[in-house]
């Protein structure tokens, strides 16, 4: 009895350290699609363990308009306490500009994780687009990114 409880516990933390890991590489900014109907996407810009604290950030979404048009934009819960001077933007075609700051303590606290919008796009061609993450400002500027990625399919569009 006492080497299964063994058994079973050694593989709890090699499973617990496996996501850890994977959880690591995911630091910092990410892009990833959370919702999808024939002709508009969500998609979500997200912190994972933010590498440190953050007052003020600022960073642009650069995509494609052959494939997608830009709708509306929701917070993030990172941002719905704090950050009452927050926004975003299209600056350009193809860019939008995301920006907040936070003049008291409801910060991004370092090892954060959650969304800090969420963009609504209207899917105007066929294709596949990726949405780069550029232009990191302020407190944000040193922290990892990893660009997002969506595929129109071709029978969905005229």
Request: charged share 25%.
């Amino acid at each position: 009895m006492k080497m299964g409880k063994i058994v079973c516990f050694g593989i709890i933390v090699a499973i617990a350290s496996v996501l850890n890991a994977g959880a690591s590489e995911n630091a910092g900014f990410t892009v990833t699609q959370t919702e999808k109907s024939d002709n508009r996407v969500k998609m979500a810009v997200a912190v994972g363990k933010a590498p440190g604290d953050a007052a003020a950030f600022g960073l642009d979404i650069e995509y494609d308009t052959k494939i997608l048009k830009y709708r509306e934009s929701e917070r993030g819960n990172l941002v719905n306490e704090g950050f009452r001077l927050f926004g975003v933007s299209e600056p350009a075609d193809g860019t939008l500009r995301i920006g907040g700051v936070e003049p008291g303590d409801k910060i991004i606290k370092k090892g954060s994780s959650g969304t800090i919008a969420y963009l609504v796009f209207d899917i105007v061609g066929n294709g596949e687009c990726e949405l780069k993450i550029a232009q990191l400002k302020d407190d944000v500027q040193k922290w990892p990114a990893q660009n997002g990625h969506f595929a129109a399919k071709t029978e969905n569009r005229k």
